[in-house]
């Protein structure tokens, strides 16, 4: 189990840009799989991009590929969500979620959740 700490959101023009970070504690951090999720009112949660514990995978929903980048880095205990090119659309909370092992899009297999930062796109 991580405890998760999300920052970066906030309102943005579209066509803008805004990074997101996840800060982790404990010292496995590089044992767990993240993935950036995002929720918008009315709307079922959904995964955004995953990033595999050592960097070299990832993962991104079709919506958001060519925009967003995760990346991580974990000397820091961190991950990152890169969003370019933002969309209103992309309005949502997002959240970072942590899950031991490799990368899941599923998101009942990830075990600890950050609190959730907002990012709002105005048209």
């Known amino acids: 189990q991580v405890q998760l700490v999300e920052s970066g959101g906030g309102l943005v023009q579209a066509g803008g840009s805004l990074r997101l970070s996840c800060a982790a504690s404990?010292?496995?951090?590089?044992?767990?799989?993240m993935g950036w999720f995002r929720q918008a009112p009315g709307k079922e949660r959904e995964l955004v991009a995953a990033?595999?514990?050592?960097?070299?995978?990832?993962y991104y929903t079709d919506s958001v590929k060519g925009r967003f980048n995760i990346s991580r880095d974990n000397a820091k205990n961190t991950v990152y969500l890169q969003m370019n090119s933002l969309k209103p659309e992309d309005t949502a909370v997002y959240s970072c979620?942590?899950?031991?092992?490799?990368?899941?899009?599923?998101?009942?297999?990830?075990?600890?959740w950050g609190q959730g930062t907002r990012v709002t796109v105005s048209s």
């Open positions: 979620a942590a899950r031991w092992g490799s990368i899941v899009t599923r998101e009942e297999y990830f075990g600890s």
């Open positions: 404990g010292r496995t951090f590089s044992s767990y799989a």
């Open positions: 990033i595999s514990g050592s960097g070299r995978s990832t």
